[in-house]
């Protein structure tokens, strides 16, 4: 699945939970959260392979904020979304520590689970 920049940057802020995105989507200008939330349409049918190599591909450019490098569809670019909200992301998203389905939306995907924590209980 190929997937557009503000496809990408959909994904990218559903990794991250409701108030990082909130923040995050606040510091952005009408046009760009119209484009995002459109891109949040065409984002349901995303394998979890897919969202690990959009996180990833977000990991290689806050490394290297000159990198453009492409998982399928359009690269990042620096100066289009990601470039405008890269100060407010960590310096490493960690795609195994994604809980996808605490994130609130239904990819129709099942993303590999943790075990649960063993019971305490004697």
């Given at each position: 699945?190929?997937?557009?920049?503000?496809?990408?940057?959909?994904?990218?802020?559903?990794?991250?939970?409701?108030?990082?995105?909130?923040?995050?989507l606040n510091q952005l200008g009408p046009d760009d959260l119209v484009t995002i939330?459109?891109?949040?349409?065409?984002?349901?049918?995303?394998?979890?392979?897919?969202?690990?190599?959009?996180?990833?591909?977000?990991?290689?450019?806050?490394?290297?904020?000159?990198?453009?490098?492409?998982?399928?569809?359009?690269?990042?670019?620096?100066?289009?979304?990601?470039?405008?909200?890269?100060?407010?992301?960590?310096?490493?998203?960690?795609?195994?520590?994604?809980?996808?389905?605490?994130?609130?939306?239904d990819f129709g995907d099942p993303w590999p689970r943790r075990p649960p924590p063993p019971?305490?209980?004697?």
């Open positions: 699945m190929n997937l557009s920049e503000p496809e990408k940057v959909a994904v990218l802020l559903i990794a991250l939970g409701r108030e990082r995105a909130e923040k995050i939330i459109d891109a949040m349409k065409n984002v349901k049918d995303v394998k979890a392979e897919v969202r690990r190599a959009v996180l990833e591909e977000v990991n290689e450019i806050l490394l290297d904020p000159g990198t453009a490098s492409e998982t399928g569809g359009e690269p990042f670019k620096r100066r289009e979304i990601l470039g405008r909200i890269q100060p407010l992301l960590p310096n490493r998203i960690e795609p195994e520590g994604i809980d996808w389905d605490a994130a609130g939306f019971d305490d209980k004697p």
